[in-house]
């Protein structure tokens, strides 16, 4: 007979870990976010965007051609200084 023993614990920390690892390779997949992108992952109208923050200098953007971009480590890092802010 074979008995397997399992560290509830472990398997738990395990599984945290690795969701974390990817979720980092998730957000590192895009160097750069658009409009709708940033609208995506802020749950944010385009409109509500233009009022709260985006023409806040701090706010990293860059305006190629018609199209704005926005470097997604650096509008992260802004949006959590900026929600702490509210």
Avoid: H
């Avoid at 990817?22 to 965007?49: G, H, Q």
Wanted: contains cysteine.
């Amino acid at each position: 007979m074979i008995t397997v023993s399992i560290n509830e614990a472990e398997v738990q920390e395990m599984t945290r870990v690795e969701i974390k690892r990817v979720i980092s390779d998730m957000d590192s997949e895009l160097i750069f976010w658009d409009a709708k992108e940033l609208m995506r992952r802020t749950c944010m109208s385009w409109n509500f965007i233009q009022q709260q923050f985006f023409f806040d200098k701090r706010f990293p953007k860059k305006k190629i051609g018609a199209k704005w971009y926005f470097p997604s480590r650096e509008a992260q890092e802004f949006l959590n200084v900026w929600i702490n802010e509210q």
